[in-house]
């Protein structure tokens, strides 16, 4: 691949066709959100918790035993018994 003429770098033309085709956050059905990159979580106590890999999952369902990472308790819960919107 040829770099353009104007000032930008292969690695900058990659990144930024990254951000314009993947999302930072994504929510799964009946499942975690998913977030991308480094982040921190705030818990309902005000806990702060650093994210340590490049995709964390996020419980929604509120049912995990490591909160406030989804353990994937989730998938044994029953439709209509999830708290997660
Ligand atoms: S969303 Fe997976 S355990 Fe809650």
Do not use: F, Y
Request: charged fraction near 25%.
């Amino acid at each position: 691949m040829s770099l353009p003429d104007d000032t930008e770098t292969e690695t900058e033309i990659q990144t930024n066709a990254d951000i314009e085709t993947r999302a930072d956050i994504v929510l799964c059905p009946d499942g975690p959100m998913l977030v991308r990159g480094q982040a921190v979580i705030e818990d309902a106590d005000g806990t702060q918790h650093a994210t340590t890999r490049p995709v964390s999952a996020v419980c929604r369902c509120g049912r995990t035993s490591r909160a406030p990472w989804c353990d994937g308790t989730h998938k044994l819960i029953a439709d209509g018994a999830r708290s997660s919107t």
